[in-house]
């Protein structure tokens, strides 16, 4: 299995432009998520994904969209960047079952937005 | 509200125990994690204690949870330089969706 795998790994933008970072499991999870960590505050919910088909926000949805159309894949994109979203971004999908629940991080994408 | 602290800084000598400490709020977490982020690198899970359990111990590391006190803690015996890193402690909210809401992370720095 290759986990959870993240593109790019590094990105400027400039302020205004768009792009989409691409995140997918192949474990098979239903759940996935977008965080983003900024020092000192630690990882944020973006948004949320119970399944294909359906996604929510988390504590911090405001110039992000997210789609769900198959259980691998679960893309983040802004639609016009602005310096503030300048950010490591991690994906997870997470395992549930029996006692147990796991979250798996992607290696993160690094954006900078100028 | 929702929120994890944890102090933002330990540093300690090789081979010494480290111990990192970390509070909640959310009484009704199932599941309260312990995460290691190694510099430009992602997430990993390092151990995890379910809410009924007292005490969990995996190798060098030892997780205790206070639920009383809605602390919990992981110790590291014999503390390597290959430690050194931000810990980060996280707890489970349950808001439909089993959201993890993350302590802002203890840089462990290890030194020789």
């Known amino acids: 299995n290759a986990g959870v795998t993240q593109t790019p790994k590094f990105q400027v933008l400039k302020t205004g432009q768009s792009m989409t970072l691409q995140c997918a499991q192949d474990m098979n999870h239903e759940y996935m998520s977008w965080y983003r960590q900024d020092p000192g505050m630690g990882l944020r919910l973006i948004h949320y994904?119970?399944?294909?088909?359906?996604?929510d926000q988390g504590e911090v949805p405001n110039g992000y969209n997210v789609s769900r159309s198959t259980t691998e894949d679960f893309p983040l994109r802004l639609l016009s960047a602005a310096p503030s979203q300048t950010s490591v971004y991690f994906c997870?999908?997470?395992?549930?079952?029996?006692?147990?629940?796991?979250?798996?991080f992607g290696p993160g994408t690094r954006l900078l937005v100028l | 509200g929702e929120d994890v602290e944890q102090s933002l800084f330990l540093s300690v000598r090789e081979g010494d125990s480290s111990v990192i400490n970390c509070t909640y709020t959310d009484s009704s977490s199932t599941y309260l994690y312990w995460y290691k982020q190694e510099p430009g690198a992602g997430l990993q899970l390092l151990t995890y204690?379910?809410?009924?359990?007292d005490m969990k111990q995996d190798q060098r590391l030892t997780v205790l949870l206070n639920k009383k006190d809605k602390h919990l803690s992981l110790r590291i015996a014999d503390t390597q330089t290959g430690d050194s890193a931000i810990y980060f402690c996280a707890e489970t909210v349950n808001t439909g969706f089993q959201k993890l809401v993350f302590g802002t992370g203890t840089r462990l720095l290890v030194s020789p």
């Open positions: 204690i379910f809410s009924n359990m």
């Open positions: 994904s119970v399944g294909a088909g359906i996604t």
């Open positions: 997870a999908s997470t395992y549930s079952g029996g006692n147990q629940e796991t979250q798996y």
